[in-house]
């Protein structure tokens, strides 16, 4: 255990191993990252590893395009061994007016400069043969889009923060957040005081938890999610494209041979971490594998194939986590206004896992700096309005994104965004 440090860095999940290994390859500060369960053990490994770069702002789309460039670099950035498969994604119009988005996200990739073309369902099936094409307006096809095995992003920054000299430490619970003069002066955790001058709460689904410990009120909600892996399936290759439908909020790609399915159901489940035991694991949260049966059941004349599962396909694996909503659908990235020395890394909206490696960067930076390395007030802790310190318009507003997951115009989004 260690009494004194520059900047304690809280959760080593995607987010926070991120922002902890890039302040480690500076070599400016002195750097801890604690965690109070095993490094890399919540949330993080149990992402499908799916990238989508062209997103609703152009910032968020900058950022996801420079992480996949850094997902590209990882092994050499790292020095930790890491693969990916990069097959590309299609994304598949089911509605007219989502022919209408995949238009401006076709024009918004061409100005920010991330491939996106429009194909016919002809070539999508070509590309993805389990992909029936009835029933389908218009489909793109992003190639540089890619997935991965999830655990490697915060393994590989773990170890290589580790490896560069920041303190690794598993199973030490932050319960606490000293501050003097409005500024950061220390954590308190189950094992000790630890004075340092920042502190980077990165702690996934406690993340609001752990702002409350220095009275911020920080508005994310912890929000169920579940993917199904199938058993190998004669046919699948590990170069078929990822597949998301937009109405239905499904995504599909190849893993292992089999089939992985996720997706956004109506009503999902969200969490009040203060109500939970403080030793959660996410290992222990209920699943239900009748709400991945419902979404598939929803895709059922795109992906036919679903419907055997439990038949003569069998299920290989079942799992799932807490990713954090927003109220306007955005990731939470910055300093605390209220709290000097106090960084959030959150608010994933179930993207954190991919986003990560461009987050950790752009928060080391502004660390050390000083200074925003760009402009990402929209992305800000305190942007919410007035009307979401209403618990119930909060989780109201970030049910309604999380439902509407692919979606990028739809009125009550639109008004929880701008209300
Ligand atoms: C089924 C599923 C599919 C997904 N698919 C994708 C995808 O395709 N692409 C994508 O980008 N994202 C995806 N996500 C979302 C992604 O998993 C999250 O955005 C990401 O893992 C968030 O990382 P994190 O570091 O914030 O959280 P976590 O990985 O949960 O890490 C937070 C850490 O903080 C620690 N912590 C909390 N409180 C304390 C405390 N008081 N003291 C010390 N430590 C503490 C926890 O123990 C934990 O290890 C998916 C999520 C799920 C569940």
Same mark, same amino acid.
């Not at 997902?71 to 119009?93: C, N, R, V, W």
């Not at 954090?324 to 890394?345: C, K, N, Q, S, Y």
């Given at each position: 255990?260690?009494?004194?440090?520059?900047?304690?860095?809280?959760?080593?999940?995607?987010?926070?191993?991120?922002?902890?290994?890039?302040?480690?390859?500076?070599?400016?500060?002195?750097?801890?990252?604690?965690?109070?369960?095993?490094?890399?053990?919540?949330?993080?490994? !149990?992402?499908?590893?799916?990238?989508?770069?062209?997103?609703? #702002?152009?910032? %968020?789309?900058?950022?996801?395009?420079?992480? %996949?460039?850094? &997902?590209?670099?990882?092994?050499?950035?790292?020095?930790?061994?890491?693969?990916?498969?990069?097959?590309?994604?299609?994304?598949?119009?089911?509605?007219?007016?989502?022919?209408?988005? @995949?238009?401006?996200?076709?024009?918004?990739?061409?100005?920010?400069?991330?491939?996106?073309?429009? &194909?016919? $369902?002809?070539?999508?099936? !070509?590309?993805?043969?389990?992909?029936?094409?009835?029933?389908?307006?218009?489909?793109?096809? *992003?190639?540089?889009?890619?997935?991965?095995?999830?655990?490697?992003?915060?393994?590989?920054?773990?170890?290589?923060? +580790?490896?560069?000299?920041?303190?690794?430490?598993?199973?030490?619970?932050?319960?606490? &957040?000293?501050?003097?003069?409005?500024?950061?002066?220390? %954590?308190?955790?189950?094992?000790?005081?630890?004075?340092?001058?920042?502190? %980077?709460?990165?702690?996934? *689904?406690?993340?609001?938890?752990?702002?409350?410990?220095?009275?911020?009120?920080?508005?994310?909600?912890?929000?169920?999610?579940?993917?199904?892996?199938?058993? $190998?399936?004669?046919?699948?290759?590990?170069?078929?494209?990822?597949?998301?439908?937009?109405?239905?909020?499904?995504?599909?790609?190849?893993?292992?041979?089999? @089939?992985?399915?996720?997706?956004?159901?109506?009503?999902?489940?969200?969490?009040?971490?203060?109500?939970?035991?403080?030793?959660?694991?996410?290992?222990?949260?209920?699943?239900?594998?009748?709400?991945?049966?419902?979404?598939?059941?929803?895709?059922?004349?795109?992906?036919?194939?679903?419907?055997?599962?439990?038949?003569?396909?069998?299920?290989?694996?079942?799992? +799932?986590?807490? $990713?954090?909503?927003?109220?306007?659908?955005?990731?939470?990235?910055?300093?605390?206004?209220?709290?000097? +020395?106090?960084?959030? *890394?959150?608010?994933?909206?179930?993207?954190?896992?991919?986003?990560?490696?461009?987050?950790?960067?752009?928060? *080391?930076?502004?660390?050390?700096?000083?200074?925003? $390395?760009?402009?990402?007030?929209? @992305?800000?802790?305190?942007?919410?309005?007035?009307?979401?310190?209403?618990?119930?318009?909060? !989780?109201?507003?970030?049910?309604?994104?999380?439902?509407?997951?692919?979606?990028? !115009?739809?009125?009550?989004?639109?008004?929880?965004? #701008?209300?």
């Amino acid at each position: 255990m260690i009494s004194e440090t520059d900047v304690v860095v809280i959760g080593s999940g995607a987010l926070g191993s991120s922002v902890a290994f890039h302040l480690a390859k500076a070599r400016r500060l002195a750097v801890a990252l604690v965690d109070m369960h095993d490094l890399a053990s919540q949330t993080s490994p !149990r992402a499908a590893g799916l990238t989508s770069q062209v997103r609703r #702002s152009e910032l %968020v789309t900058r950022l996801a395009r420079l992480a %996949v460039k850094k &997902i590209e670099s990882f092994a050499k950035d790292t020095g930790e061994p890491f693969t990916y498969h990069q097959p590309g994604a299609l994304k598949i119009a089911r509605l007219p007016e989502h022919e209408t988005q @995949l238009e401006e996200e076709v024009a918004r990739g061409r100005r920010l400069g991330v491939e996106l073309e429009f &194909i016919s $369902p002809d070539e999508a099936k !070509r590309k993805m043969p389990f992909l029936e094409t009835r029933g389908i307006r218009a489909v793109t096809f *992003a190639p540089t889009d890619l997935y991965l095995e999830p655990a490697q992003i915060p393994v590989g920054y773990s170890r290589a923060a +580790g490896k560069l000299g920041a303190a690794m430490l598993p199973h030490t619970r932050v319960t606490g &957040i000293t501050i003097e003069d409005g500024a950061v002066k220390g %954590v308190s955790t189950d094992k000790g005081e630890i004075s340092c001058r920042f502190v %980077v709460d990165a702690a996934g *689904a406690w993340t609001r938890l752990v702002a409350s410990f220095a009275s911020s009120r920080v508005p994310m909600i912890p929000t169920r999610h579940q993917l199904l892996i199938t058993e $190998p399936i004669p046919g699948v290759e590990p170069n078929q494209p990822i597949t998301r439908i937009i109405d239905a909020n499904v995504y599909v790609r190849p893993d292992n041979g089999g @089939l992985m399915l996720g997706g956004y159901e109506k009503t999902p489940i969200q969490y009040d971490m203060a109500q939970l035991a403080p030793g959660f694991d996410i290992k222990d949260l209920n699943l239900d594998l009748h709400v991945l049966r419902r979404l598939a059941d929803s895709v059922r004349d795109q992906l036919p194939i679903f419907a055997r599962l439990g038949k003569d396909i069998a299920l290989r694996e079942h799992r +799932g986590g807490l $990713p954090t909503m927003t109220a306007d659908g955005e990731h939470t990235v910055g300093p605390v206004p209220e709290v000097r +020395g106090l960084f959030i *890394a959150g608010g994933c909206c179930v993207g954190g896992l991919s986003i990560a490696p461009a987050v950790g960067e752009v928060l *080391a930076e502004w660390i050390l700096s000083g200074r925003a $390395p760009m402009d990402l007030s929209a @992305l800000a802790p305190g942007r919410a309005s007035a009307d979401l310190r209403s618990e119930e318009r909060l !989780r109201e507003a970030c049910r309604d994104q999380y439902s509407h997951h692919y979606w990028e !115009r739809h009125e009550s989004a639109a008004s929880a965004a #701008s209300g």
